[in-house]
């Protein structure tokens, strides 16, 4: 099964930007639409943004439409988020999870089979 490993997340101020970075293991990321999550606390997973497995889908939560913008390189099997114009509600763990049942990313964590430990995205106002 594939191991997924969260990085890049900090702190930075509002407005500022940061660009997480999943990379897997163990088997090709490629086999997976991706979706990336994030958890503040006190509040329930939601979906911020996915990605299916050719890169040539992706899908944003309202949210951060237009501020985040997601992407893949399967060669170097890695998916990464882009995150600009952060703002303090932006504040979370984010995780990235892994598909293997479907070619599209979907916004639902149940339909994800793997994920990773998590990265703390902190802005402060």
């Known amino acids: 099964q594939v191991q997924l490993v969260e990085s890049g997340g900090g702190l930075v101020q509002d407005g500022g930007s940061l660009r997480l970075s999943c990379a897997a293991s163990r088997r090709s990321i490629s086999s997976y639409a991706i979706g990336w999550f994030r958890q503040a606390p006190g509040q329930e997973r939601e979906f911020v943004s996915g990605?299916?497995?050719?890169?040539?889908?992706?899908d944003y939560a309202d949210s951060v439409k237009g501020r985040f913008t997601i992407s893949r390189d399967n060669a170097k099997n890695t998916v990464s988020l882009q995150m600009n114009d952060l703002k303090p509600e932006d504040t979370a763990v984010y995780y990235c999870?892994?598909?293997?049942?479907?070619?599209?990313?979907?916004?639902?964590?149940?339909?994800?089979?793997?994920w990773g430990q998590g990265t703390q995205v902190t802005v402060s106002s």
């Open positions: 990605i299916s497995r050719s890169g040539g889908t992706t």
């Open positions: 999870a892994a598909n293997r049942n479907s070619a599209y990313s979907t916004r639902r964590a149940n339909d994800y089979d793997y």
